[in-house]
């Protein structure tokens, strides 16, 4: 059984930059294909980024060249930085371990304009 804790988000102005973290509990992380998902209010829950246990990285072309998806198979954790923030990217972000089908419960990040 895998658990995630997401931290990091916050309120920030446009342009702005913040990094999410999520922790991992278990074993079984580093197998894990890791992803970040966001959900906006009245919106469906949509892929932000993705890293699989080798390290490759996909994203959203909404966030392409703005946020960076890595992971520390040492620590268990894996991180988004966001970078040059928008109104647009308001929303609650979750992180997955998309190989077992576990989520966190969820961090808001706000962005001002």
């Known amino acids: 059984q895998v658990q995630l804790v997401e931290s990091g988000g916050g309120l920030v102005q446009a342009g702005g930059s913040l990094r999410l973290s999520c922790v991992a509990s278990?074993?079984?992380?580093?197998?894990?294909?890791m992803g970040w998902y966001r959900q906006a209010p009245g919106k469906q829950r949509e892929s932000v980024a993705l890293?699989?246990?080798?390290?490759?990285?996909n994203y959203a072309d909404s966030v392409k060249g703005r946020f960076t998806i890595s992971r520390d198979n040492a620590k268990n954790t894996v991180y988004l930085q966001m970078n040059s923030l928008k109104a647009e990217d308001t929303a609650v972000y979750y992180c997955?371990?998309?190989?077992?089908?576990?989520w966190g419960p969820g961090t808001q990040v706000t962005v001002s304009s």
């Open positions: 997955a371990a998309i190989t077992d089908n576990y």
């Open positions: 278990g074993r079984r992380f580093r197998i894990n294909t």
């Open positions: 890293i699989t246990s080798g390290g490759s990285a």
